[in-house]
């Protein structure tokens, strides 16, 4: 029996469009100089390991009349070639190059016909690195059924491990009889997923009205002169083109302000993208009177019997953060970002972030796609910025041999919010992506340099300001983009997704 597509992802079907397409992205670069990882090799991973994940083998069938959710059933013709990719940028490859590459793949939808994710091998790299683009659909990843492919293709050592991959053969697609009869059974003996599907479905129609309505009221508020309040230019609608930002900086520089200042490195990451958005909007001539607060929603990992877990032993639920983007102390934006989470703290459903760290493979993938669904499904909350922090392994990661050396996420837009950002802390840096609306905000990159520059001022009040032990030849240049290089194995201590 086929499996049927949830009320909750038909939903956010319902809900995609050109402009705002519904899937997560990563880039991570590698070091291949001895390793010799090129695409062949890259194939050859994914042919060991993708029947671990066997819905990336698998695309949607719609059952005739759409009497029923679309089923999952095994792709026939079934192309790794297609969903793997190689492209190259001409040498030695910039940072900026990779940039605007990266923001072009994502800002294209997948295709629904077939196994809904792509991945991108992007040679040219200075230095003879390569970076890794993945992509995959919000309702291929569900963190439940799926984790991220990219999850299994890393291992701890340089020396991967062959797991035999398996003689796959794809079952017949079901007949239209088949599916109707299934349909039929179905509607009989599980009448209340009849009944999710058309809230879904319906909610879905709804948020589309509601942003088209609200888009028609901003065109017609510009036509009277009139301003939107409280928005700081973070809401509006989307076009089809993305730009991606990328930011490197050091764990442990987030930890010297929270030993000095109290609260979680979660707590100071958050409150750097305050400081981060407060100076950008500043920057763009937004004024602050009467807008003191940005309303982000920010994905925390909890222990609760209400919520489905995750094939990853944790769920994932809401948290509202007021930002304190309208206040000039930094320590202060500090102390007033960590009372919020201290309040869900002392709920006692909270998840320390070393366990999460310590889950097999890069969870943080799989943490951030089901970080975006939920911000999706939360789009009618009126929130106006997302916020997904996932720790990482603190130690080195290997692909075929080659060493993972940054990750940076890439998560979708949401109609009407062209910004979102996303953070992980792997192997002893926090590596930040931006997602923004290429149209809508041009000055994306200035946000990256904000960021820095709101660290920067956060460690001022650390001793009297930063100081920095030499690390061999590695460092860490702030602002960064994707090729630069992480600093060495911290051990990981607390902060929350």
């Known amino acids: 029996m086929s499996e049927r597509l949830r009320p909750r992802d038909l939903a956010i079907l319902a809900e995609e469009t050109t402009s705002a397409p519904a899937h997560n992205a990563t880039v991570e670069i590698f070091e291949c100089a001895e390793s010799g990882f090129d695409h062949e090799r890259l194939m050859c991973l994914i042919r060991d390991r993708i029947s671990f994940v066997p819905r990336y083998r698998q695309r949607l069938q719609q059952v005739p009349g759409r009497l029923a959710n679309p089923v999952w059933v095994d792709d026939e013709h079934f192309d790794l070639a297609y969903h793997v990719r190689r492209s190259a940028l001409p040498r030695p490859g910039t940072h900026d190059q990779l940039r605007e590459l990266v923001g072009r793949i994502v800002s294209r939808p997948l295709d629904r016909s077939r196994p809904l994710w792509e991945m991108y091998l992007v040679e040219g790299l200075a230095g003879g690195r390569v970076a890794l683009?993945?992509?995959?659909?919000?309702?291929?990843?569900?963190?439940?059924?799926?984790?991220?492919?990219?999850?299994?293709?890393?291992?701890?050592?340089?020396?991967?491990?062959?797991?035999?991959?398996?003689?796959?053969?794809?079952?017949?697609?079901?007949?239209?009889?088949?599916?109707?009869?299934?349909?039929?059974?179905?509607?009989?003996?599980?009448?209340?997923?009849?009944?999710?599907?058309?809230?879904?479905?319906?909610?879905?129609?709804?948020?589309?009205?509601?942003?088209?309505?609200?888009?028609?009221?901003?065109?017609?508020?510009?036509?009277?002169?009139?301003?939107?309040?409280?928005?700081?230019?973070?809401?509006?609608?989307?076009?089809?083109?993305?730009?991606?930002?990328?930011?490197?900086?050091?764990?442990?520089?987030?930890?010297?302000?929270?030993?000095?200042?109290?609260?979680?490195?979660?707590?100071?990451?958050?409150?750097?993208?305050?400081?981060?958005?407060?100076?950008?909007?500043?920057?763009?001539?937004?004024?602050?009177?009467?807008?003191?607060?940005?309303?982000?929603?920010?994905?925390?990992?909890?222990?609760?019997?209400?919520?489905?877990?995750?094939?990853?032993?944790?769920?994932?639920?809401?948290?509202?953060?007021?930002?304190?983007?309208?206040?000039?102390?930094?320590?202060?934006?500090?102390?007033?970002?960590?009372?919020?989470?201290?309040?869900?703290?002392?709920?006692?459903?909270?998840?320390?972030?070393?366990?999460?760290?310590?889950?097999?493979?890069?969870?943080?993938?799989?943490?951030?796609?089901?970080?975006?669904?939920l911000a999706a499904a939360e789009v009618r909350r009126g929130y106006q910025v997302s916020v997904t922090n996932v720790p990482g392994p603190q130690s080195a990661l290997y692909a075929a041999g080659a060493r993972m050396v940054a990750s940076y996420p890439v998560h979708p837009l949401v109609q009407g919010h062209p910004l979102a950002v996303g953070a992980t802390s792997y192997d002893g840096g926090v590596f930040y992506g931006i997602t923004a609306d290429r149209d809508r905000l041009p000055d994306a990159d200035l946000l990256g340099t904000c960021l820095t520059e709101a660290l920067d001022e956060l460690l001022d009040t650390v001793n009297g300001g930063r100081t920095r032990a030499p690390r061999g030849r590695r460092s860490a240049p702030r602002p960064t983009s994707p090729g630069a290089t992480p600093p060495r194995s911290v051990p990981p201590r607390g902060s929350r997704p």
């Open 133 to 373: 683009l993945s992509k995959a659909h919000q309702v291929l990843v569900d963190g439940v059924d799926t984790v991220d492919l990219g999850q299994l293709l890393l291992d701890v050592n340089p020396e991967p491990k062959i797991l035999g991959g398996d003689d796959w053969r794809p079952q017949r697609r079901p007949s239209s009889a088949a599916m109707l009869a299934e349909a039929a059974r179905d509607s009989v003996a599980h009448p209340r997923t009849v009944l999710d599907t058309a809230r879904g479905t319906g909610g879905a129609l709804l948020r589309t009205a509601e942003s088209t309505a609200g888009t028609a009221g901003r065109v017609l508020g510009g036509l009277a002169g009139r301003r939107p309040q409280g928005s700081g230019g973070l809401e509006g609608p989307l076009s089809q083109q993305r730009r991606v930002v990328t930011v490197e900086t050091r764990l442990e520089d987030y930890r010297r302000v929270r030993d000095v200042h109290g609260g979680t490195v979660n707590d100071v990451i958050l409150a750097t993208v305050t400081g981060g958005l407060r100076a950008w909007l500043m920057t763009r001539d937004e004024s602050l009177r009467g807008f003191r607060r940005m309303r982000a929603v920010v994905p925390v990992s909890v222990i609760d019997t209400e919520l489905e877990a995750t094939s990853l032993g944790s769920q994932i639920a809401a948290h509202y953060v007021d930002l304190p983007v309208g206040e000039a102390s930094p320590v202060v934006r500090l102390h007033q970002v960590s009372y919020s989470f201290q309040v869900h703290q002392d709920t006692g459903r909270g998840v320390a972030a070393n366990r999460l760290a310590g889950i097999a493979g890069f969870a943080p993938t799989t943490f951030h796609a089901i970080g975006s669904r």
